[in-house]
């Protein structure tokens, strides 16, 4: 059975959906059948960061309301052929998921993929929760700002109430990617560090992702980054779908004000 992940935020704009594309590219890139759906019902986002909001027909909704059968509206990737896409519906409102009709899909998905990647609509409105239900593992993305790790620390204590696991007494597993990371900002104490981060959450760091304004053009051309393999961002990206596949990879490069040796040539 696949492994259900919901990448979500306590905000808006922290580069949420940028690191769903991202990942599904990297896992799949590595032979695992991957399926990312965009939850964001009424926004649709990844559509645009994975280059295929050309060929949508037919969208999430559309298959739990039954006007489709759910391979006429999964959308084969360009480049990547282990990865496909599950729309979000623009013209209808978050409050039309029904966690049942949701339950079904997310049952029939595991059947047929690897990793079910959901993107979940930014802090706790409706929707947010039926994105983080089913859930086996919850990334939480945050930028290293007062305002993004306040609000993400209030989706985690969602998460441990509200998830399946939690009715059941057990816990979803999560994890932290801190996005946006100006290593100079950091070093001058301007910028929370990571581990100024890790104390107030108290969760497990999966990844830190660098500012880099390659990640702006790639999402312009409808390109994930992570395509751009000399890029720091997609050097992040691939080391986060590494950890997320079990790999042991050290956190040595990333740790030191961000990318280690390059801050102590400057000591």
């Known amino acids: 059975m696949g492994i259900v992940i919901t990448i979500t935020s306590g905000k808006g704009g922290v580069g949420k959906s940028t690191a769903v594309g ?3 590219v990297g896992l799949a890139s590595r032979g695992k059948k991957v399926v990312a759906i965009d ?3 009424g926004l649709r986002n990844l559509d645009m960061i994975l280059g295929l909001e050309n060929r949508i027909v037919y969208d999430v909704v559309d298959v739990m309301e039954g006007k489709c059968k759910l391979n006429q509206a999964l959308i084969n990737d360009k480049r990547t052929k282990t990865l496909y896409f599950l729309p ?4 209808k409102d978050k409050n039309i998921l029904d966690k049942e009709k949701v339950k079904i899909l997310i049952e029939e998905l595991k059947k047929n993929f ?3 990647l959901i993107d979940s609509p930014a802090g706790i409105e409706s929707g947010f929760e039926h994105a983080i239900f089913w859930a086996d593992i919850a990334l939480i993305v945050v930028t290293p700002e007062v305002s993004s ?3 993400a620390d209030r989706v985690i204590g969602i998460i441990d109430a509200k998830s399946e696991k939690a009715a059941a007494g ?6 932290l990617i801190i996005n946006r990371i100006k290593s100079d900002l950091v070093r001058k104490g301007e910028m929370m560090s990571s581990d100024d981060v890790l104390e107030i959450l108290g969760i497990k760091l999966i990844g830190l992702v660098p500012e880099d304004e390659k990640v702006v053009s790639a999402t312009n051309s409808g390109e994930p980054v992570i395509y751009n393999k000399n890029t720091k961002s997609a050097k992040a990206y691939d080391r986060i779908s590494r950890r997320i596949l079990g790999e042991e990879v050290d956190f040595e490069l990333e740790k030191d004000g961000f990318f280690g040796s390059l801050a102590r040539l400057f000591k």
């Not at 979000?88 to 013209?91: K, L, N, R």
């Not at 057990?170 to 994890?175: A, C, D, F, N, P």
């Open 88 to 91: 979000a519906s623009q013209s």
């Open 22 to 24: 991202n990942l599904s």
């Open 114 to 116: 690897d990793f079910i």
């Open 170 to 175: 057990g816990e979803v597993t999560k994890h």
């Open 149 to 151: 790790v306040r609000d």
């Open 39 to 41: 939850f964001d019902i």
